[in-house]
């Protein structure tokens, strides 16, 4: 355990993402009655729901398929059992990929 007064005398209190590109916010914007938002955050919105869009199909997906709850002893039984799903799931991925090309 290292002491508040010598984490700050060591510089270990900074946060690891201050100062850097990546300390942005991912919420998106809104408009209010009368106000709608501008093309500006439109396209904002249309950035951070993209990659969000992505992720939450594969979530879906995998919950489609059972969840992540995993009726086993052991963790690595538990991590096959994922592995399994995962692999499952990059191959309908894939077949549909090969559909549309």
Same mark, same amino acid.
């Given at each position: 355990?290292?002491?508040?007064?010598?984490?700050?005398?060591?510089?270990?209190?900074?946060?690891?993402?201050?100062?850097?590109?990546?300390?942005? @916010?991912?919420? !998106?914007?809104? $408009?209010?009655?009368?106000?709608? *938002? /501008?093309?500006?955050?439109?396209?904002?919105?249309?950035? +951070?729901?993209?990659?969000?869009?992505?992720?939450?199909?594969?979530?879906? @997906?995998?919950? !489609?398929?059972? $969840?992540?709850?995993?009726?086993? *002893? /052991?963790?690595?039984?538990?991590?096959?059992?994922?592995? +399994?799903?995962?692999?499952?799931?990059?191959?309908?991925?894939?077949?549909?990929?090969?559909?549309?090309a």
């Open positions: 355990m290292i002491f508040p007064i010598l984490r700050t005398a060591l510089g270990l209190n900074k946060h690891p993402l201050s100062g850097t590109s990546k300390n942005l @916010s991912h919420i !998106q914007r809104k $408009g209010q009655a009368g106000k709608p *938002i /501008g093309e500006r955050d439109k396209a904002r919105n249309k950035r +951070i729901a993209s990659p969000r869009a992505r992720v939450e199909h594969i979530f879906a @997906s995998l919950a !489609q398929m059972g $969840g992540k709850t995993i009726r086993s *002893i /052991g963790l690595a039984r538990a991590q096959f059992g994922l592995t +399994i799903k995962s692999a499952v799931y990059n191959l309908k991925r894939m077949s549909s990929l090969l559909e549309m």
